[in-house]
């Protein structure tokens, strides 16, 4: 079996953990799945996602910054819905974009999305009950500490497979 067919063999299992995603108040039908396998040198993610932002303006770009954060909660307060989330999960203290949990953009087509990749950056048990975020905003990939990427418009805590979210 190739390369490729045994990843898309992976995405035909049970993901390792996955983070029920939930937009803000602001973006109620915001909601989807981000899935987490675990691989022998890396970790395949599946993220599919409905109810984002869809920009009607012919340059406006429906790029949204996708990270995972180091808190293990997605309440909030007025100002910030999802402050419990944290920053980005860094653990290893690197600039902006290369934390751990600096993720690629995640496109958005007509209010969807889904993108899947390989990231060598974290393993599943260490982000067992982080945060992950979508944010209002492309990441620019340069601005410290979080890329200008915005709002967070929705949240989930990753959980190993089989476990309430």
Known sequence: MTDTGR?????????????????????PELRGAVMFYALRRAVLVRAQITGLPNPRGACESPVFAFHIHDGSSCTGTATDPFAGAGMHYDP????????AGDMPPLP????????????????????????????????????????NSGE????????????QA
């Not at 889904?114 to 990231?119: I, P």
């Not at 967070?152 to 476990?163: M, Y």
């Open 108 to 147: 958005g087509v007509g209010g969807e999305a889904f993108s899947v990749f390989l990231t060598d950056r974290f393993t599943v048990p260490e982000i067992i009950g982080k945060a992950v975020i979508i944010h209002a905003r492309p990441d620019d990939f340069t601005t410290q500490p979080s890329g």
């Open 7 to 27: 990843l898309i063999y992976v995405m035909h299992r049970r993901p390792d953990a996955m983070a029920q995603m939930r937009g803000s108040d602001k973006y």
């Open 92 to 99: 290893k203290n690197c600039p902006h974009p290369y934390h």
């Open 152 to 163: 967070k418009i929705a949240c989930g805590t990753v959980r190993a497979f089989g476990r």
